[in-house]
């Protein structure tokens, strides 16, 4: 009779999880989940009462493993020695002072305390959105609620990295809402009202740059005299003011804070280079704002010499009344005393900003531009121009009046010929009033202007364009080439010419419709760079019908797309027909 085989045990292959029953009446688990720092398996070992509470945590355990990694072994973090450990040993070397600050907040004033006690791996989403609310609940803005979450996903990210975590939690938890509110920038009356009380006051460029020119608080501190390039008329912007951290001078005796101490010490740089490379960027600085510069420098001379050996000299265009540069604070809170003595709604400093930023939308400057002006990277200029670029009245109006043009056509304006020139165009307009017209000499060729910065750009680009053709700039008297000048007063640019490219396209029709013969192509371009202000337009296409005093019909069109102006031509050229066989429909039948 045969014998039965006896079971034999079969080992489990290396690297397999393995589940037994201890001696100690427990069941066991263990599982590889990689390898350790010395080269040795990484197996982890795990213990529960049933066989089936450690088979549920070893295949935890193996998920893990084969998708995102289980969390390292080693110490065990909480949420306040980790936060602790990244705030001060991983994000303090390569971030900036500012973006330091902020996180310290964060980490100190709100994370911590809300939620320090909790082991790392066991934080959860509800654990984060339970303190936001608290922290409202409490006072805190959403804007700062919002501020503790992006550090604590910010911190739990790099835990994430170092597999100290196989998830981030603050990447589930529902961030706070922050309903960002629109900013009103000051009108020309309110700017024009602060300018006056600037006039009253110490350091009064400091508010023109602002409102001006558009500079951040920091960059507006942080300008030396060797920045200013009076002779260019251009500002350098190429460091921003760090605002100082103190430490005690007199070993904490005094009962002050830090910034208080009578012999507190800076801990902290005075500047530091503008964050982006497009931060550093040259300005043009208008005249008005550059007499008022050299103004104070002759004020600050003066102010040296009442200091004598106070004077701490550093160079800063912006300075106490000892030289030393202005302090954030300070400088926020003499703007605060300027809105309150001009009589002007409250506002942020950084509101000045948006101002000037509407400012250029409202002129229309070319978004390069604007680009170049305010310091903003390529990547994120269209996103910042719709946050600092704000639709006014005035805006609204400008472009309420392009669609009237373009759905109902121009209407053109009567303006009266200068004595001895040609009637001037439909879309001419008269050049403000003005002393001293700029004119440039392109070869035979005279171009008047009413700013002198807008001919010294055409010189200098022009010389870019025609490398072998000269060009200079003359300085003329009103009266002069009103009577000397070829156009009169109606040609005195008071912007500067675009350089996109206009197309055009043009017919005449006889009395009953038959096409004129004019001797010249029915359709050409030309660069508006070029100075053809008369036939400029920067819309897509722009169309009308008018009739000449000889009873002809002429059809016009222009525009800067190519396509859209041929197919308007073909419809202009229809009404224009129709107009000369039928001139009672269109209100003309008196000028037969």
Sequence with gaps: MAQPRKHQKSRQPNGASSIYLGKDGRWHGRVTVGVKDDGTPDRRHVSRKTRAEVTKVVRDLERQRDSSGVRKVGQTWTVKTWLTHWVENIAAPHVGENTIDGYRVA????????????????????????????????????????????????ALNEAVRRRHLTLNPASVAKAPKVEEEEVEPYSLEEVQRLLAEAVKVRNTARWVIALALGLRQGEALGLKWEDVDFEAGVILVRRGRLRPRYKHGCGDKCGRKPGYCPQKINTRRETKDTKTRAGKRPIGVPEELLRLLKRHK????????????????????????????????????????????????????????????????????????????MGWEPGKSARMRRRYQHLTGQVLQQTAAKIGGLLWGPKPRVVEPAPGGPAPGPSQTSAPEGPTVYVVLL??????????????????????DHPNHSAEVEEWNREKWEHKGPGGARAIRDRMPDRRIVHHAHAVYLPGGERLNIGRDEQWSVAAWEFETEHYTDLPVRWHTSRRPGCEVEAQVRGTDKDAVAVAMAEACAQAVDRAKNPGKYGDANEW
């Design 107 to 154: 980490v100190y004033h709100h994370l911590i305390p809300g939620l320090g006690a909790h082991r790392l791996e066991k934080l959860e989403p509800e654990h984060l959105e339970r303190l936001y609310q608290k922290m409202q609940a409490n006072g805190s803005a959403a804007g700062t609620a919002h501020q503790a979450h992006r550090t604590v996903n910010t």
């Design 443 to 464: 070869g035979e060729r005279r171009i008047p202007f009413l700013h002198h910065e807008h001919a010294d750009a055409v010189v200098l680009q022009w010389g870019t």
């Design 298 to 373: 002759e004020e600050q001379e003066r102010e040296r010499a009442l200091a004598r050996d106070l004077w701490v000299e550093k160079g800063y265009v912006f300075t106490s009344p000892t030289g030393e540069p202005l302090n954030p604070n300070t400088d926020y809170h003499r703007w605060k005393d300027l809105l309150e003595a001009a009589g002007v709604r409250d506002g942020r400093l950084h509101d000045a900003r948006h101002t000037a930023a509407t400012v250029l939308l409202i002129l229309g400057v070319p978004e390069a531009v604007v680009d170049r002006i």
